[in-house]
């Protein structure tokens, strides 16, 4: 059955007004000054960090992420890798032991604050596996300001996760998750997660970084370096004369305006290559010297272009000056304004992880949900639009992009494993049920959303909740709320029954009679998940209509998705009522076929009983 699915590359949509009124965030500023000692991979620095309490609670305590302390034999990472059923094979040996656990004193990670006062006055701290428990000198009154000055330590641990030195590929420093971290405190509280596997909320802020390293290494990350003509590496404007540097160092100093996390990575062996992008950021690669990866490198970059005129054509302007593809890591992972990517790779698979860890600047770099409560916002929704921007700018062509996202859904609604997408990242019981759940049930949640609502207003949909929400931490119910106001219907039970529990979409056709010269059609609710249908019926002479039966709990209904087909409109399908049936005005002798979902785009568990054929019928 051809595949229905049309994406709307453009278009331009007046942002709904939001009441935004009562809506807050906290906003943080650092100003830093590291030391990284490349003989022993050890560090030293100062952060000053000025924290504005926008809440409308006065603080008497803070917390800071000290996430490098996973990286040690006991912590709570190391605990959970070596109890969970299907460990990650990169944090594990071949024996699926836990590598945490095989750290040698000078293979940890850890950083710790050695001092730390506030406006001046010394406070008292205690450092909680990655998390470090401040109780204040004073409190933060609402709307009021701190100032935090603290000296910290740290040494980067072998690559394991994330971050790390001297990963499979020898890039020596792959600098995520490196710093002090003020946890985020909003509407609902501190989110101090202890960093045990998974994902990150970080504050909105601007970041002002010096670091000094060995003069041989390069280094590329988040933020605008300041001092290219020092430096070098091919930063400097072309055909101008760096000014040399004595010693055997150099300070690197950035900017980063309004992001939530900073990274960087260095190697005395990266090729620095840039591209200007029409209209667009200068996009910067940094990626080893190696012959074997040079080619699919340099092929790479044209592609990542397209990318980024993709991804702000369809969802919002990019709005930072430059984003850097580093290689780097241990698989592929997001930053502000850059991502640490593996690099030897077939070519369709550097371009595939590029595309999805580029889009995550827009979910999650742009619009902040919290990734540990909400990670199918984040995974799920980055997930969608790489893969459409893979359909669009690489070859062949697939009639259905999120099949393979259908496909890992089903895989986990019958293994019996699925948890509700509300579950919090950290609580799932499987890695392969938390990574069905935050990818592909995710990336369901946009397509289907689009069988639900038309794909034009899916489009429009996402469009709009970037507009209205970039720059913030939006949480489910507003991407809901967005899909209901472009189009005028009400999605809440499609929120509620898709992330907030395990019901399954399952519709079948139950019966296909004579009635006279007419044909009757019923239909059997078998899951619990409400849907609207569309029904494609084909006749003996090849011609084709469609017949739709909305949701009564929708309150509307969608445009034609088949504009070259004759559809008809039934009553309201209430969700209580199990069965549905209607009539066509043809004789059951004149029925082909007949099919619920023809763009498959809705997650139905048993595409089994979704097809009615006069062929199958038994013959009398």
């Known amino acids: 059955m051809r595949y229905f699915f049309k994406l709307f590359l453009f278009i331009s949509f007046s942002a709904i007004?939001?009441?935004?009124?009562?809506?807050?965030?906290?906003?943080?500023?650092?100003?830093?000054?590291?030391?990284?000692d490349v003989s022993n991979f050890q560090y030293s620095g100062t952060q000053k960090l000025v924290y504005t309490n926008n809440s409308p609670d006065v603080l008497t305590r803070v917390y800071f992420h000290l996430y490098f302390n996973a990286f040690q034999p006991g912590s709570e990472m190391d605990m959970r890798l070596q109890d969970i059923e299907d460990p990650d094979g990169r944090m594990t040996t071949e024996d699926k032991k836990s590598r945490i656990a095989m750290l040698t004193l000078d293979e940890i990670g850890y950083l710790h604050a050695t001092s730390l006062k506030q406006d001046g006055a010394k406070v008292s701290f205690n450092e909680e596996g990655t998390v470090l428990v401040v109780s204040l000198a004073k409190p933060i009154p609402a709307g009021g300001k701190s100032t935090f000055e603290m000296e910290f330590k740290g040494q980067v641990p072998l690559q394991i996760r994330r971050s790390g030195r001297n990963n499979a590929e020898g890039v020596a420093l792959s600098m995520s998750q490196w710093y002090p971290k003020m946890a985020e405190y909003d509407f609902e509280g501190w989110h101090a997660d202890p960093y045990i596997a998974r994902e990150f909320h970080g504050v909105w802020g601007d970041f002002d970084v010096?670091?000094?390293?060995?003069?041989?290494?390069?280094?590329?990350?988040?933020?605008?370096?300041?001092?290219?003509?020092?430096?070098?590496?091919?930063?400097?404007?072309?055909?101008?004369?760096?000014?040399?540097?004595?010693?055997k160092t150099l300070t690197w100093h950035f900017k980063a305006p309004m992001v939530h996390d900073f990274m960087w990575a260095a190697d005395p062996e990266y090729i620095h290559d840039t591209l200007q992008v029409e209209d667009g950021p200068l996009l910067h690669f940094l990626y080893k010297n190696d012959p074997s990866i040079q080619e699919n490198w340099k092929k790479l970059q044209p592609k990542t272009a397209e990318m980024m005129k993709f991804f702000s054509k369809n969802v919002g302007k990019y709005p930072y000056k430059q984003y850097s593809v580093i290689q780097g890591g241990d698989g592929g992972m997001e930053y502000a304004m850059s991502t640490l990517i593996t690099g030897k790779r077939t070519f369709g698979s550097l371009v595939g992880v590029t595309a999805h860890e580029m889009a995550h600047s827009w979910f999650q770099h742009i619009l902040a949900s919290n990734e540990a409560k909400h990670e199918w916002m984040d995974e799920g929704f980055t997930s969608f639009i790489s893969t459409l921007c893979?359909?669009?700018?690489?070859?062949?062509?697939?009639?259905?992009?999120?099949?393979?996202?259908?496909?890992?859904?089903?895989?986990?609604?019958?293994?019996?494993?699925?948890?509700?997408?509300?579950?919090?990242?950290?609580?799932?019981?499987?890695?392969t049920a938390y990574g069905i759940s935050a990818y592909s049930k995710g990336a369901i949640f946009l397509s289907q959303l689009g069988y639900v609502i038309g794909q034009d207003k899916l489009m429009q949909t996402l469009r709009t909740y970037f507009d209205d929400f970039k720059f913030k931490h939006p949480i489910p119910n507003d991407i809901k709320r967005t899909a209901e106001k472009v189009s005028g219907m009400e999605l809440d039970w499609y929120l509620v029954d898709w992330t907030q529990t395990?019901?399954?979409?399952?519709?079948?056709?139950?019966?296909?009679?004579?009635?006279?010269?007419?044909?009757?059609?019923?239909?059997?609710?078998?899951?619990l998940m409400p849907m609207p249908i569309d029904i494609l019926v084909v006749y003996s002479d090849d011609?084709?209509?469609?017949?739709?039966?909305?949701?009564?709990?929708?309150?509307?209904?969608?445009?034609?998705?088949?504009?070259?087909?004759?559809?008809?409109?039934?009553?309201?399908?209430?969700?209580?009522?199990?069965?549905?049936?209607?009539?066509?005005n043809r004789p059951l002798t004149d029925v082909k076929a007949i099919m619920i979902d023809p763009s498959q785009l809705m997650a139905d568990v048993n595409g089994d009983n979704n097809i009615w054929s006069s062929e199958s019928e038994p013959k009398n």
């Open 17 to 36: 007004a939001q009441n935004n009124a009562s809506y807050w965030q906290q906003h943080v500023d650092y100003t830093m000054e590291v030391a990284m």
């Open 390 to 431: 893979m359909n669009e700018i690489m070859t062949p062509k697939k009639e259905n992009p999120f099949e393979s996202s259908y496909k890992g859904y089903r895989y986990l609604v019958n293994s019996g494993k699925e948890q509700p997408q509300t579950t919090h990242a950290d609580r799932y019981a499987s890695n």
């Open 502 to 527: 395990t019901n399954t979409i399952d519709y079948g056709i139950e019966t296909v009679t004579a009635d006279g010269n007419n044909t009757k059609i019923t239909m059997k609710r078998i899951g």
């Open 210 to 247: 010096k670091l000094t390293i060995d003069k041989n290494y390069v280094v590329g990350g988040s933020g605008y370096l300041q001092n290219a003509q020092e430096i070098g590496h091919g930063y400097e404007t072309a055909g101008s004369k760096v000014k040399k540097q004595r010693g």
């Open 543 to 584: 011609s084709q209509e469609t017949f739709y039966a909305p949701l009564r709990m929708m309150r509307g209904e969608k445009e034609n998705p088949y504009p070259n087909l004759k559809r008809t409109v039934l009553e309201d399908w209430p969700w209580a009522k199990p069965t549905y049936t209607f009539s066509i």
